[in-house]
């Protein structure tokens, strides 16, 4: 086993709605992506921070209805038309706040979108209110749409995404390190992904398996040592 070997194993991120853990922090996310009929004027913003499970749950919705996904940054270089013509996702919208080409790219997008009669769904990590959007017309439209937030975790949340972090690198440690994880480290998605990663490079370089000795080490030097 990858854990037993401390082996170079390629990461497999897997995003299928069986993998989604469902807690009180992204039951209502869930709900407004399982009711996307309902949507109002076919258009939804979901946002949540890093790892909170954003591109996972958009990953759902454009399973379960076909849709194709995009990052907004590339919106200049795709043919909108195309696009409008089925259901969408737009990732990372605060990405592309202050560049006019791609503003104008996703401002045309998306009255062309619901003009067609097709779902949106567009995601931020921040509410919508701090993307800092500068073309008017488009930030009106982004603020009047209906949106849903991802909350922050609740510990039993940060333990599934922890052991899913490890699976997703087809690593299987010892019962007692993720308990072990959760009493130490700072309560946030960011912050479990940043340690499972920091975790899986000490057990590569150091040529061991990720014990609870080696989860010691790496949070006894913190995020910032190198």
């Known amino acids: ?96 706040a202050g560049d006019a080409a791609r503003e104008g790219a996703l401002f045309h997008l998306h009255n062309l979108t619901l003009a067609e009669g097709q ?21 009106s439209r982004l603020e009047g749409t209906t949106a849903v937030a991802l909350e922050p975790p609740d510990d039993t949340l940060l333990q599934a995404l922890l052991v899913k972090l490890l699976a997703d690198r087809q690593l299987t440690p010892k019962p007692n390190l993720v308990p072990y994880l959760l009493g130490r480290m700072d309560r946030s998605f960011a912050a479990a992904i940043d340690l499972i990663n920091r975790l899986d490079a000490a057990s590569l370089a150091r040529k061991r398996p990720i014990t609870r000795a080696l989860a010691a080490e790496v949070l006894d030097k913190g995020p910032d040592a190198t």
Do not use: C, Y
């Open 119 to 139: 779902p949106l769904l567009m995601t931020g990590s921040e509410p919508v209110a701090g993307w800092h959007i500068a073309l008017p017309d488009l930030r």
């Open 1 to 96: 086993m990858a854990e037993q070997l401390g082996l170079s194993l390629p990461s497999r991120t897997v995003r299928g709605r069986e993998s989604f853990f469902v807690a009180p922090s992204n039951s209502m996310a869930l709900a407004m992506i399982d009711g996307w009929q309902g949507w109002p004027l076919g258009k939804l913003v979901l946002t949540g921070p890093e790892g909170s499970g954003k591109t996972h749950l958009a990953h759902v919705w454009a399973d379960m209805v076909g849709a194709r996904i995009i990052a907004a940054r590339d919106l200049v270089e795709a043919e909108i038309p195309t696009l409008a013509a089925a259901p969408l996702v737009v990732e990372d919208l605060p990405d592309i």
